[in-house]
């Protein structure tokens, strides 16, 4: 009789190592004018730019970079700088009086200025998407590369494209969606929807593109990975770089039995924890949820805590600049930030979904977006804002939130119109929404204020 086969190990190394190598040989080496790149949070897609951008450079391949924000912009090219600092990169900027990271001034062989001619003939030439259409008269680059290109609406692409010959596109295409401040329901369906993002048009209109996904979440531990894949990513499947029991999050002093305590304990031993307060239909700027927030954060802070991972053996303080808030609204933000400053916390990152969105911390704390509301819009149940909330954290994630909300769910099931010749996007919101808050049930601390 013979013996099964012995199932293989998942090597996370090997695997994005694999991947790695399988998306710059078609970037260096394939025909296709375009390459797609899906990825996951926390998947080394920086990396995989700065990396493909080397190599293209290396090859003597003139290039141009495309990233959404000025941040973007500015944390690549200091990246580009670390890696290489003797490769000339030239960093084109707006005309504003502060357009760039101060830091790049020190950096010897990073060229800068607002004219594109000025910084022809450099290897590497990076700037925004909103930059970049303004660039007339210039002979085109051989190749660019476009990052977090699930941002990137389809109209901001179609005014770059005759700057390049062939582009890498790369992005998370579980993130919020292109962001647009006008309807734009009258071109639903059409293969040139401009408010659709620039990938979802791109691959309409050119379905044979290559298509690779990274494969390996390393900022996502153990504990997230799963719920993450699955409530997000079910058609592009991905697992974390590190085990259970890679990293641990241990505090010098002792729990007070309060609720916020325990759901910090929970959420240190399971990665997740819920503080559910009592159901109740509320202002956006819910006092009491405000307050659990706050109070959550100064404990994290009080009971000094330390986390150890793959990084280092040696314990790493959990500093408030290694603690992030993510709310839905600017005003949830602004009115967390006062309870904060009441509590004298004053470090802590608190911003929405759409600003923390790239952004890594060992810690977060959630305000549901749909706690205490007496309704679920499509804005509360779009489903990149629930994945960027529940994915920036390396250890634990905190989520407050009023009972109800999956009875509110169920009462308001998703009744967007259907558009012909629309991609649906699955999972939508209304699903995600409920893996999650099932997988949060088991880690639930009440608490009646």
Same mark, same amino acid.
């Given at each position: 009789?013979?013996?099964?086969?012995?199932?293989?190990?998942?090597?996370?190394?090997?695997?994005?190592?694999?991947?790695?190598?399988?998306?710059?040989?078609?970037?260096?080496?394939?025909?296709?004018?375009?390459?797609?790149?899906?990825?996951?949070?926390?998947?080394?897609?920086?990396?995989?730019?700065?990396?493909?951008?080397?190599?293209?450079?290396?090859?003597?391949?003139?290039?141009?970079?495309?990233?959404?924000? #000025?941040?973007?912009?500015?944390?690549?090219?200091?990246?580009?700088?670390?890696?290489?600092?003797?490769?000339?990169?030239?960093?084109?900027?707006?005309?504003?009086?502060?357009?760039?990271?101060?830091?790049?001034?020190?950096?010897?062989?990073?060229?800068?200025?607002?004219?594109?001619?000025?910084?022809?003939?450099?290897?590497?030439?990076?700037?925004?998407?909103?930059?970049?259409?303004?660039?007339?008269?210039?002979?085109?680059?051989?190749?660019?590369?476009? +990052?977090?290109?699930?941002?990137?609406?389809?109209?901001?692409?179609?005014?770059?494209?005759?700057?390049?010959?062939?582009?890498?596109?790369?992005?998370?295409?579980?993130?919020?969606?292109?962001?647009?401040?006008?309807?734009?329901?009258?071109?639903?369906?059409?293969?040139?929807?401009?408010?659709?993002?620039?990938?979802?048009?791109?691959?309409?209109? #050119?379905?044979?593109?290559?298509?690779?996904?990274?494969?390996?979440?390393?900022?996502?531990?153990?504990?997230?990975?799963?719920? =993450?894949?699955?409530?997000?990513?079910?058609?592009?499947?991905?697992?974390?770089?590190?085990?259970?029991?890679?990293?641990?999050?241990?505090?010098?002093?002792?729990?007070?039995?309060?609720?916020?305590?325990?759901?910090?304990?929970?959420?240190?031993?399971?990665?997740?924890?819920?503080?559910?307060?009592?159901?109740?239909?509320?202002?956006?700027?819910?006092?009491?949820?405000?307050?659990?927030?706050?109070?959550?954060?100064?404990?994290?802070? +009080?009971?000094?805590?330390?986390?150890?991972?793959?990084?280092?053996?040696?314990?790493?303080?959990?500093?408030?600049?290694?603690?992030?808030?993510?709310?839905?609204?600017?005003?949830?933000?602004?009115?967390?930030?006062?309870?904060?400053?009441?509590?004298?916390?004053?470090?802590?990152?608190?911003?929405?979904?759409?600003?923390?969105?790239?952004?890594?911390?060992?810690?977060?704390?959630?305000?549901?977006?749909?706690?205490?509301?007496?309704?679920?819009?499509?804005?509360?149940?779009?489903?990149?804002?629930?994945?960027?909330?529940?994915?920036?954290?390396?250890?634990?994630?905190?989520?407050?939130?009023?009972?109800?909300?999956?009875?509110?769910?169920?009462?308001?099931?998703?009744?967007?119109?259907?558009?012909?010749?629309?991609?649906?996007?699955?999972?939508?919101?209304?699903?995600? #929404?409920?893996? =999650?808050?099932?997988?949060?049930?088991?880690?639930?601390?009440?608490?009646?204020?």
């Amino acid at each position: 009789m013979t013996a099964p086969a012995t199932p293989a190990v998942f090597d996370p190394g090997a695997e994005a190592t694999r991947a790695t190598e399988a998306i710059l040989h078609d970037t260096l080496h394939g025909t296709a004018r375009g390459v797609v790149v899906d990825s996951p949070p926390g998947a080394g897609k920086s990396t995989l730019v700065v990396r493909a951008a080397l190599e293209l450079a290396e090859a003597g391949r003139p290039l141009m970079v495309v990233a959404q924000t #000025n941040a973007q912009v500015d944390d690549l090219v200091l990246r580009l700088a670390e890696k290489n600092p003797d490769l000339p990169v030239g960093r084109l900027h707006s005309s504003d009086t502060d357009p760039y990271d101060k830091a790049l001034d020190s950096l010897d062989h990073v060229r800068k200025s607002a004219k594109a001619a000025d910084l022809a003939g450099l290897p590497v030439v990076i700037s925004t998407a909103a930059k970049w259409a303004h660039v007339k008269g210039v002979e085109p680059w051989q190749h660019a590369i476009v +990052d977090e290109a699930y941002q990137m609406r389809s109209d901001a692409l179609l005014a770059v494209a005759g700057l390049f010959e062939r582009a890498l596109f790369v992005g998370d295409p579980g993130q919020l969606d292109p962001f647009s401040i006008v309807g734009a329901e009258q071109w639903a369906g059409l293969s040139y929807d401009p408010s659709g993002s620039a990938v979802t048009t791109l691959l309409a209109h #050119n379905p044979g593109l290559p298509q690779h996904r990274l494969p390996v979440s390393w900022r996502l531990p153990a504990s997230a990975a799963p719920l =993450v894949s699955d409530a997000f990513y079910p058609y592009t499947p991905f697992r974390s770089g590190t085990g259970h029991g890679d990293r641990g999050l241990a505090f010098s002093v002792a729990s007070d039995a309060s609720a916020p305590d325990r759901v910090i304990d929970e959420a240190a031993a399971s990665g997740w924890g819920l503080l559910q307060l009592p159901a109740r239909h509320t202002p956006r700027t819910d006092p009491e949820a405000v307050r659990a927030v706050a109070q959550v954060v100064r404990r994290l802070l +009080d009971r000094e805590g330390a986390s150890t991972s793959e990084r280092s053996p040696d314990p790493t303080p959990l500093s408030a600049d290694r603690i992030a808030v993510g709310t839905a609204h600017r005003d949830q933000a602004a009115a967390i930030r006062a309870a904060l400053a009441e509590l004298g916390v004053t470090d802590v990152v608190v911003d929405t979904a759409n600003r923390l969105q790239g952004r890594e911390y060992d810690v977060t704390v959630v305000l549901h977006p749909l706690s205490g509301r007496p309704d679920a819009t499509a804005f509360h149940l779009e489903t990149g804002r629930l994945c960027v909330l529940a994915s920036r954290h390396r250890h634990a994630c905190i989520v407050v939130c009023r009972e109800g909300v999956t009875d509110l769910l169920d009462d308001y099931p998703s009744t967007e119109p259907v558009q012909l010749g629309t991609l649906v996007k699955f999972p939508d919101g209304w699903e995600a #929404n409920h893996a =999650v808050l099932a997988h949060l049930s088991e880690h639930r601390v009440t608490w009646r204020p």
